[in-house]
């Protein structure tokens, strides 16, 4: 699954399905086969990075 190329889309996309199916992020990149330190560098370009006690990208 190729995931958005917009960091906010991205963003909006990812905290859904953390709210939504995953547990952490760390399952959430496990399943969707992709890295999660190139998620966080993508999503930190916007100046957002995950707090794992809310599972979300703030």
């Known amino acids: 699954m190729a995931l ?3 960091p ?5 996309y990812i905290n859904t ?3 939504d ?4 992020l760390t399952e959430l990149c496990k399943i969707l086969e992709i890295s999660e ?3 966080k560098n ?5 100046h ?6 809310l599972n979300q990208f703030r």
């Open 48 to 53: 957002y990075e995950y707090i794992p006690e």
């Open 4 to 6: 958005p190329k917009d």
């Open 37 to 39: 330190q190139d998620l």
């Open 21 to 24: 199916h995953y547990k952490d």
């Open 17 to 19: 399905q953390l709210r």
């Open 42 to 46: 993508r999503l930190n370009i916007i």
């Open 8 to 12: 906010f889309i991205l963003l909006s």
